[in-house]
């Protein structure tokens, strides 16, 4: 009595068991199989119990207790079952593992379970899987002859993306959407503030935690940064939370493999999310992180086409312990430079050296000679480099109209005091050097170059005084010739 009782119970408790677990709907059947349509998903897959199809007596393959507890219990819900089986590290006999192009099959009837063993990056969601038969109609059956584990939200994953672009202002930061909207070049000035915009997609979930989660960006030498970096979280429809940079390290260093080629001595920043934030929630609620900073374009920045280039990467662990570097797009930073020609115009507009010009931002500033951006000097082949008081490279300036005066003449040539007007634009190429102006031409003094009307007036007077010395000549002679 006390056996059919024990039968009876554990029949109820698998029967509504199996009315918990959702399965896919088909025809009964004897024979089961599981299968995996996804790629990078594998489950291991694990015996619970046998089922004797005469008695319905059950025999269970797990020495763990909660197992055993969950199986006799009455009234006892399939989610309840699952987690005793989740936790467990002995649920039952294994008897084969599931992954693409690799399914498992049985004609025992019994309970089994599924439980993932490898996942591929980007993973959103995954669970594992408990297949109990039904007694229907007076016989034990699977309820359903084929299983796909990727069914059902049971293992559904994401791709791991990284994405850069420019903002407009510390405050207006673009939602980077696969590369939407993504700015990727910006034309700067020597000290001209650059704001970019870092954006990776979360990696792992709250069952399944990331062990390391760190977000990088690369910057070549001709950007200074501002270790100003903020971090915030989006959601699904991009849209900022508020600044959690404390659940990150920001940090820089100069010694990582990456500053080589066109990074070569640049800054290397790390975003790295804190133990406590992936052990925690916040983070898993989000759909991406978004990392915001700024940088200053500084006169060691490459003019031209050749751009100063920047970019990022994520570089994770999952709760599986894989490791991968993903890497981010790469966008530029573009800057210029301008010198001025002089000449000799009464020597076949010969190139002159020595001429100082200056280089203005305003027409007013040029024709008064005052708050030049940078200056220089001629050399042999007649052009000036214009360099900033304390620097040594010429001056980095952004697309624009900007105008050259001569501040000072060579020795024994007059000034010029035309103010020329130059055009920097976006489509200036090679080494970015634009002279597009014409020559600043030069004539030879007639009189020395520190003369005026003092100079002037000694010349006058010298030569009235030969002219009346002359006439006293005349005098004397004259009188000696008539004695």
């Known amino acids: 009595m006390k056996t059919t009782k024990r039968v009876f119970a554990l029949v109820l408790a698998a029967m509504m068991l199996a009315m918990m677990i959702p399965f896919a709907a088909s025809a009964a059947n004897n024979s089961l199989t599981l299968s995996m349509s ?17 008695t319905g007596v059950y025999t269970i393959n ?21 987690a005793a089986l989740d936790a467990a ?30 996942w591929p990056d980007g993973v959103q969601n995954k669970k594992n899987t408990v297949v109990v038969p039904q007694y229907t109609d007076g016989a034990w059956e699977f309820s359903s002859a084929s299983i796909d584990l990727s069914t059902s939200g049971k293992a559904t994953s994401g791709d791991i993306s990284v994405d850069k672009g420019f903002s407009t202002s510390a405050d207006n930061h673009p939602i980077l959407m696969n590369g939407e909207n993504r700015v990727t070049e910006q034309f700067k000035g020597q000290d001209d503030t650059v704001y970019f915009t870092l954006e990776a997609t979360i990696v792992g979930s709250t069952d399944q935690k990331a062990k390391k989660y ?82 200053k374009v500084n006169n060691d920045a490459k003019v031209g086409t050749p751009g100063n280039p920047n970019t990022d990467g994520l570089e994770y662990t999952n709760a599986a312990g894989k490791s991968d570097d993903v890497e981010g797009p790469e966008v530029r930073v573009y800057t210029y430079i ?16 020595g001429a100082t010009i200056g280089l203005f931002k ?36 952004a697309p624009g109209k900007y105008y050259v005066k ?24 090679g080494d970015g ?19 005026g009307e003092g100079t002037m007036m000694f010349t006058i007077i010298g030569g009235s005084l030969i002219l009346i010395a002359g006439a006293l000549f005349v005098v004397v002679m004259k009188k000696k010739s008539s004695k």
């Open 362 to 397: 305003t027409q007013a500033n040029a024709a008064a000679g005052t708050s030049a951006i940078a200056s220089g000097v001629t050399g042999s082949d007649g052009y000036a480099k214009f360099i900033k008081s304390g620097d040594t490279n010429e001056v980095r300036l």
């Open 406 to 429: 001569e501040t000072a003449a060579p020795n024994g040539y007059n000034l010029n005091t035309k103010v020329y007007e130059v055009t920097v634009n976006e489509t200036t190429s």
């Open 38 to 54: 996804k790629d990078g998903f594998e489950y291991a897959v694990y015996q619970v119990a046998t089922i004797n199809t005469e």
């Open 89 to 118: 590290s002995d649920p039952g006999t294994f008897v084969g593992t599931v992954k693409k192009g690799t399914n498992y099959t049985t004609s025992t009837l019994g309970i089994y379970y599924a439980r993932v063993s490898a």
């Open 433 to 451: 050097v634009n002279v597009n102006t014409p020559a600043i031409t030069n004539t030879i003094s007639k009189l020395p170059q520190t003369g």
């Open 214 to 295: 760190v977000i990088y960006d690369t910057m070549s030498k001709g950007l200074t940064y501002n270790n100003d970096a903020k971090v915030y979280y989006l959601d699904a429809t991009g849209t900022e939370g508020s600044d959690v940079t404390a659940d990150f390290t920001v940090e820089t260093t100069k010694t990582n493999a990456k500053l080589t080629g066109e990074y070569a001595n640049g800054t290397y920043i790390t975003v790295t999310a804190k133990d406590d934030t992936l052990n925690g929630t916040a983070f898993y609620a989000a759909k991406k992180v978004r990392v915001v900073y700024s940088a």
């Open 338 to 353: 301008v010198r001025a020609c002089k000449v000799d115009a009464s020597n076949n507009n010969t190139p002159l050296a």
């Open 62 to 82: 797990t020495n763990d207790t909660n197992v055993t507890t969950a199986m006799k219990t009455k009234n006892q819900s399939g989610k309840d079952f699952l």
